[in-house]
């Protein structure tokens, strides 16, 4: 199993970037599926998540992004996206996305157990 995080680099404040992740060797929509990211001296936090597509398709949000940051699937691409519009340079981080069978609310990163390297997000002018 391999997930891949793509689609990082310098972004504006303001802007907008589109995160994807990618599999090989699991079909993505069968599981639920994370975006997460860690900065610079701070601890990994779940940014957004969304349910398997088996289920009521639930997404979840943290604060911080709410309004800005979109999580999505394509099936058929068998990809996760994380939509970034408007970002801040407090979203500066390396994003990762993570996948579980485990169900439940919110964004644990302890309740993900599969991991891609991540792709780094810069946001500045």
């Known amino acids: 199993v391999q997930l891949q995080a793509s689609g990082g680099g310098l972004v504006q404040p303001g802007g907008s970037l589109r995160l994807s992740c990618s599999a090989s060797?699991?079909?993505?929509?069968?599981?639920?599926v994370g975006w997460f990211r860690r900065a610079p001296g701070k601890e990994r936090e779940g940014v957004s998540c969304?349910?398997?597509?088996?289920?009521?398709?639930?997404?979840y949000v943290v604060d911080s992004v709410k309004g800005r940051f979109t999580v999505s699937r394509d099936n058929e691409k068998n990809t996760v996206y994380l939509q970034m519009n408007n970002p801040k340079p407090g979203d500066t981080a390396v994003y990762y996305c993570?996948?579980?069978?485990?169900?439940?609310?919110?964004?644990?990163?302890?309740?993900?157990?599969?991991w891609g390297p991540g792709t780094l997000v810069t946001v500045s002018s």
């Open positions: 993570a996948t579980t069978r485990i169900a439940g609310g919110g964004c644990p990163p302890i309740r993900y157990d599969y």
């Open positions: 060797g699991l079909t993505l929509k069968y599981y639920a």
């Open positions: 969304i349910s398997h597509s088996d289920s009521d398709g639930s997404t």
